[in-house]
């Protein structure tokens, strides 16, 4: 019945119309327009991303959120920053549980969109930004967190360098 129901979820493109082919899939990190391709699928599937992780991990995607945020021990004084942050499940998790700021950012605008309308209270900055070039000052956040994008990045040594960079000494990486 999940599977039925997932498939319900989404409309199943065609050869032509998808970010992904067959043959790109079997080596995707080999892929030189990689970056595009993932930008171009978290656009299309914004709206229904989040009830997707749902659906697929049968509900522990919200117990990983929360069980990573309190391993991190976030404090009042923490400044918090969610790379790849998609609707922002995770940056919301963090604010929650006390965060001084948290800023999540992504580089899929739509994912963006869905994250700003679901931040009642607009606490969370939200910033349009390439993992592989954060827009932040060195050792800026004591807190740097990347739940699922690590999988996503066209360059993985610079997207961990970046998260490196911009997090304070003794910070902590989730």
């Not at 963090?94 to 950012?105: H, K, L, N, S």
């Not at 939200?126 to 990045?153: H, K, Y």
Request: hydrophobic residues 45%; contains cysteine; positive net charge.
């Amino acid at each position: 019945a999940v599977l039925l129901f997932y498939q319900g979820l989404r409309r199943i493109p065609n050869k032509t119309d998808s970010c992904w082919t067959d043959d790109l899939l079997a080596a995707p990190h080999g892929t030189r327009d990689k970056a595009v391709r993932v930008r171009n699928m978290f656009n299309a599937i914004a709206a229904r991303y989040e009830l997707v992780n749902t659906v697929c991990s049968g509900g522990r995607d919200r117990y990983w959120r929360r069980q990573a945020a309190r391993l991190a021990k976030v404090t009042p004084g923490d400044r918090v920053l969610d790379v790849a942050c998609g609707t922002g499940d995770f940056a919301r998790v963090f604010q929650g549980m006390g965060a001084g700021r948290t800023v999540g950012c992504d580089f899929a605008r739509q994912m963006l969109v869905r994250a700003v309308a679901a931040d009642q209270d607009s606490s969370i900055e939200w910033v349009e930004a390439d993992a592989l070039q954060l827009p932040f000052r060195d050792r800026t956040f004591s807190i740097v967190s990347c739940a699922f994008g690590v999988r996503n990045m066209q360059a993985l040594d610079c997207g961990l360098s970046e998260m490196a960079r911009v997090l304070r000494d003794g910070g902590r990486a989730v």
